[in-house]
């Protein structure tokens, strides 16, 4: 079966630094994508990998190692604003979009 | 990015009756769209996949008779739930994406609340 998992929820201090893991499992790989989902919001997207290696976007950047099925997101210069769930999704092999059940991030003062 | 509209934001209605969802994309073609629904503190629960023009491909154990998707054109879909019931009450979201896209689009997402 097809599987992402990630962790159900952390916590990190503003200003500070945050990894968000994602492991995944799926029949055929066509890019790995991250959205940010705020509370009763529809979720955002954030970064797409497709190619082995690291993607920088401002205070976030998102890895990608394929032949480990393996991608993090990193969060710098924690805000109180990054408080949200982070969504790993998997395009399989039939161009489907795959998710994870999210990454609850608290940040704190 | 591409935009997506979803309409109506928010919406509650009686049990019994039914309710229209619309997603239009609004500066591209969407050769697919994805109906989704969330419970709360819970991921996007894919319930069918729709290509313009052709019957809407549904998820196991999402009703087809009770969540009625309409593709009739290249910007717009509906989601329509008949005969809502109080356990309807979710959080409903489309996105689109376009042909040569490997990425979707979201709309805004509809609260539904069945009474």
């Known amino acids: 079966g097809q599987n992402i998992d990630q962790p159900t929820e952390m916590t990190a201090t503003e200003g500070a630094i945050v990894q968000i893991n994602c492991t995944y499992q799926?029949?055929?790989?066509?890019?790995l994508f991250w959205y940010q989902q705020h509370a009763g919001e529809a979720p955002t997207f954030l970064s797409y990998n497709v190619l082995d290696g690291l993607e920088e976007k401002g205070r976030f950047s998102s890895f990608l190692s394929r032949s480990k099925g393996y991608s993090y997101l990193l969060l710098k210069e924690l805000q109180m604003k990054d408080s949200a769930s982070y969504l790993c999704a998997v395009v399989d092999s039939n161009y489907q979009l795959i998710w994870g059940a999210g990454t609850k991030l608290i940040i704190k003062p | 990015g591409a935009v997506v509209s979803q309409h109506p934001s928010r919406v509650i209605c009686k049990s019994g009756t039914s309710v229209k969802i619309e997603c239009r994309s609004l500066?591209?073609?969407?050769?697919?769209m994805f109906w989704y629904r969330q419970f709360p503190k819970q991921s996007l629960m894919l319930m069918a996949t729709s290509n313009e023009g052709s019957k809407a491909t549904y998820e196991q154990g999402v009703e087809k008779d009770k969540f009625l998707i309409n593709h009739a054109s290249l910007t717009l879909s509906t989601l329509t739930v008949t005969s809502a019931h109080p356990e309807d009450s979710s959080f409903y979201i489309c996105?689109?994406?376009?042909?040569?896209?490997?990425?979707?689009?979201f709309g805004q997402g509809t609260r539904l609340t069945v009474v």
């Open positions: 996105s689109a994406r376009g042909e040569m896209d490997t990425e979707a689009f």
């Open positions: 500066d591209f073609q969407a050769t697919t």
């Open positions: 799926t029949s055929g790989f066509n890019g």
